[in-house]
């Protein structure tokens, strides 16, 4: 057998795709999920692969009507540049449970976030004519609703004062998002007040530390496919692993046999429904860990309500530094608010990488449950981005801790997290599976 | 040189030059403007600041792109599989250069050929290489540019378009002869270009559902076959058959499949081809007459 060229491998499947005649649409690129694969396991280089899977988009571009027209869209993911990168700056989270009453509405302070270089303040904004109405969950952005959120001027016991700006979303019934003010506040200060309103910053700071981890050894192959599982991808959903592994079992990076193909099938299969649809018991069964706590309770509804703000930072690990700044939890999953050392040029709606530098969101209690996150929303630009994960399943009703595991490819950082409302919360008497 | 081009028949298209149709032709391997006698004094004037002129555009972007092995991906891999029309002016989204910028004259540089920018309306679409208005505004990357105007190139009619194919496959052939290796980086390109046209070849001959088949890309000097084992279509072919065979428009003749050409003298040719039944190939002779004088009376 001659020795695999994953050039020509991907140049035989650009052939295929064009003499199938099944022209796709500008924004399907079918060559990036076996490129992908072969790129993680060092068959091709990034920038080869991505040649190849260009010159079958033209290809295909040129033989569609519009094909042309979008040439300009949808191509690879810009390149991030190599720099070092510095870890985030500690923080000063506090919660707040302050309502500021404004002529149009009110305005629910829940955090400040208190850095040497910046002051961010966590709202909730509904404008008085939805007052009392059903909350909706749709989003909109800034500047479509009728009453946009209020930016007043807020000053801290020091005698700064400073405008603010916010950046959220929301509906005509609700937003929710951040006002950042011009200037940092003193990190310390006692309180703030936003527009005269003083708000006390008098909540004791959650506890929380952070290590990171080395990730075990294991096949390249195995690596690759379990992390494209971990990170979807909000544009292209994945609709087989099978290019990916037919690609590996050609570069001989995986073998024919490698249990790893049925298990990593299974849990694609079982993670194609709603994250609250209940998987199949063979999906259970037969798939190792972390993915079997994973399964195991899908589509549960138990999870707690509470929220902790937190001033979490990592150290950088594997290029990224992240900040958790709150933990929301609700019965049918939980969510964390973040910053991080990453932009946002993974996440353009119609480009694709071969190698998108990502983190998988994992997170893991006390009791040996699993969770896996999802970017719901996100915000940034080149060096820094925001976003809110989501976390499924719910959280278990008796977890008194929560490990955050932010993944990279080589090392993790694992934040952990006591859970206060365990206490308050009488026990289900349910058992951990 | 490898008179390559035997046997393919001259083509033709009109280009909307200094206000005028003028006329490109390919013959014998040369691209030539029919309407402009001295091409080298026009370039020499455009590098003076002159008037850009379309036709010469044209023939310089050939020039650049008659080794291009991207033409090989882009084109078509057979009569099937058609590039889809377009409307000269739907290519803003490259970066056309606008129109006054289209028509200013060029700053002199020291390289000939600087792109289409200097075509008409017809040429809009060529235009949008944006070579003119995107060295002034720096725009468009110089990737960018080469792209537009491949892709100008291959949406050339009157049969341009496979001449253009049948010229980079020649040069890439000769450049897998040499023994330097030169072909060896655009390899994959060259068998993934062979493998796409064999296949679609193959499709539209036997018909029905595509059976699988294997391709190797062999040298020159082996044997070429094609033959069916436990049910896979096995075929071994040279680079050099879209050079003697697919661009010449034989790869499939009276029902065979064409494995190889070769010119016994200027006209004549010795096909090998073989049947759907994958039988032993059987020989062809192909006779290009003297065209006669044009019909009496």
């Not at chain 2, 606008?98 to 020291?110: E, Y």
Request: aromatic residues 6%.
């Amino acid at each position: 057998m001659g020795r695999f060229d994953a050039e020509l491998y991907l140049r035989l499947q650009g052939e295929e795709a064009l003499l199938a005649r099944e022209h796709r649409s500008p924004w399907d690129t079918p060559l990036v999920e076996s490129a992908s694969a072969l790129v993680a396991v060092g068959a091709i280089s990034a920038t080869k692969a991505e040649e190849v899977i260009d010159d079958y988009a033209l290809a295909e571009a040129l033989r569609t009507e519009q094909g042309l027209e979008y040439r300009g869209s949808f191509g690879p993911a810009r390149r991030r540049r190599k720099r070092k990168i510095k870890p985030l700056e500690p923080r000063r989270v506090v919660a707040c449970d302050h309502v500021i009453e404004h002529a149009q509405g009110t305005l629910e302070i829940r955090r400040v976030a208190l850095a040497e270089h910046f002051t961010t303040i966590a709202v909730t904004w509904r404008p008085n004519a939805t007052q009392g109405r059903p909350r909706r969950r749709g989003r909109m952005t800034l500047g479509g609703g009728p009453v946009s959120p209020p930016h007043p001027t807020v000053v801290d016991d020091q005698g700064t004062r400073s405008g603010t700006a916010f950046s959220g979303g929301g509906s005509e019934l609700e937003w929710e998002g951040r006002l950042t003010t011009h200037r940092p506040l003193a990190r310390d200060t006692a309180w703030i007040e936003l527009d005269g309103t003083r708000v006390e910053l008098a909540a004791h700071p959650a506890e929380w530390s952070v290590s990171v981890d080395e990730l075990p050894e294991q096949p390249a192959a195995h690596a690759y496919l379990w992390r494209r599982l971990a990170i979807p991808n909000d544009f292209h959903e994945l609709e087989s692993l099978d290019p990916a592994i037919d690609a590996l079992l050609a570069a001989g990076a995986l073998e024919p046999n490698d249990p790893v193909i049925d298990e990593v099938r299974t849990v694609r299969e079982a993670m194609q429904g709603h994250p609250r649809m209940q998987s199949n018991g063979r999906a259970r069964r037969q798939v190792p860990q972390p993915w079997r706590s994973l399964l195991s309770r899908q589509g549960r509804e138990d999870g707690p309500e509470g929220a902790i703000a937190l001033s979490a930072v990592t150290p950088v690990f594997d290029g990224f530094s992240v900040a958790v700044g709150s933990l929301e939890s609700r019965p049918d999953g939980f969510q964390i608010e973040v910053d991080m050392t990453a932009g946002t040029e993974e996440r353009e709606p119609f480009g694709w990488s071969v190698r998108p530098r990502q983190l998988a969101w994992w997170a893991a209690d006390d009791r040996d449950n699993h969770y896996l996150g999802r970017i719901e929303s996100w915000s940034g630009g080149e060096d820094r981005s925001r976003c809110d994960v989501n976390f499924w399943p719910p959280l278990h009703p008796q977890a008194r801790k929560l490990r955050i595991m932010p993944t990279g490819e080589k090392s993790r950082a694992v934040i952990t997290v006591p859970l206060p409302w365990h206490k308050q919360q009488p026990a289900s008497g349910e058992t951990s599976t | 040189m490898n008179p390559w081009w035997l046997g393919l028949a001259p083509a033709q298209t009109t280009v909307h030059c200094a206000g005028r149709h003028h006329q490109i032709r390919w013959d014998a391997g040369q691209l030539s403007a029919l309407d402009h006698e001295d091409p080298e004094g026009e370039r020499a004037l455009a590098a003076l600041g002159g008037q850009r002129c379309p036709c010469i555009d044209l023939l310089d972007a050939w020039e650049r792109h008659q080794d291009d092995a991207r033409v090989l991906v882009l084109a078509t891999r057979g009569p099937a599989d058609q590039l889809a029309a377009r409307d000269d002016d739907r290519y803003p989204h490259l970066g056309l250069a606008l129109p006054q910028v289209r028509q200013r004259p060029t700053r002199a540089r020291g390289r000939r050929g600087r792109g289409f920018a200097s075509m008409g309306p017809q040429w809009a679409a060529i235009s949008s290489a944006g070579w003119t208005g995107s060295a002034a505004t720096g725009r468009i990357s110089k990737a960018a540019q080469a792209e537009s105007e491949l892709i100008a190139l291959l949406t050339l009619g009157g049969g341009l378009h496979d001449r253009l194919v049948a010229t980079v496959a020649a040069a890439w052939r000769e450049r897998l002869r040499q023994p330097d290796g030169a072909g060896a980086r655009v390899r994959p390109q060259l068998q993934a270009a062979l493998h796409g046209r064999v296949f679609d070849t193959i499709q539209r001959w036997l018909g029905g559902p595509a059976p699988q088949t294997q391709l190797r890309m062999i040298g020159e000097a082996e044997e070429p076959t094609l033959v069916a084992e436990d049910g896979v279509l096995r075929a071994q072919l040279p680079f050099a058959w879209l050079v003697d065979v697919w661009a010449k428009g034989i790869a499939t003749i009276w029902g065979r499949f064409c494995l190889a050409a070769t010119r016994q003298d200027a006209q004549t040719w010795r096909l090998l081809a073989v049947g759907p039944d994958l039988g032993p190939p059987a020989p062809i002779t192909l006779q290009l007459a003297e065209p006669r004088g044009p019909p009496p009376g």
